[in-house]
Nanobody, 134 residues
Framework: RLRLVESGGGSVQAGGSLRLSCEAS????????MGWFRQVPGQEREGVTA????????YYADSVKGRFTISRDIAKNKMYLQMNSLKSEDTALYYC???????????????????????????WGQGTQVTVSS
C-alpha cells in the first residue's frame, strides 16, 4: 500500500521561503497524480497545487501562482513544494496526496478538476504545519 510522509514544515516570517517534501513508499500507478493541499481549522481543505506525471500538466490555486512551485523526483519517489514570498494567509496544515487519477488519464477530468473537488485523492500523508508570521 502506498504511504506518503511529508516533511519541511515550520515557522517563517512573511516574505520568507520554505520547501516541503513528500516521500512516497514507492512510485506506482497509484501516484500518477500527486498534489499538495492545505487546511486551516474551521475551513475547508484547499487544493494548492498538483501534477499529473503522464503529461506533466500542473494546477496551481490562484492564491499561490507565481510564488509556489511543485516538482517531482520520480527516481527518489519524492515530490516537493517550493514556497516563496510566504504570506500569513499561507499558514495551514499542508498535506501531500496521491492518486492513480484514472479519469485524468482518460481525459475525462483535468488535474485542476480533481484538485478542486471534482474528484478526490486516494492516499494522504499525515500533514506538516506551516506557520507564517507577519
Amino acid at each position: 500500500r502506498l504511504r506518503l510522509v511529508e516533511s519541511g514544515g515550520g515557522s517563517v516570517q512573511a516574505g520568507g521561503s520554505l520547501r516541503l517534501s513528500c516521500e512516497a513508499s514507492d512510485y506506482t500507478d497509484s501516484s500518477a497524480c500527486m498534489g499538495w493541499f492545505r487546511q486551516v481549522p474551521g475551513q475547508e481543505r484547499e487544493g494548492v497545487t498538483a501534477m499529473y506525471t503522464g503529461t506533466e500538466s500542473t494546477y496551481y490555486a490562484d492564491s499561490v501562482k507565481g510564488r509556489f512551485t511543485i516538482s517531482r523526483d520520480i527516481a527518489k519517489n519524492k515530490m516537493y513544494l517550493q514556497m516563496n514570498s510566504l504570506k500569513s494567509e499561507d499558514t495551514a496544515l499542508y498535506y501531500c496526496a496521491a492518486d492513480p487519477c484514472t479519469l485524468v488519464r482518460q481525459g475525462v477530468l483535468t488535474i485542476a478538476d480533481i484538485s478542486t473537488g471534482e474528484g478526490d485523492f486516494a492516499t494522504w500523508g499525515q500533514g506538516t504545519q506551516v506557520t507564517v508570521s507577519s
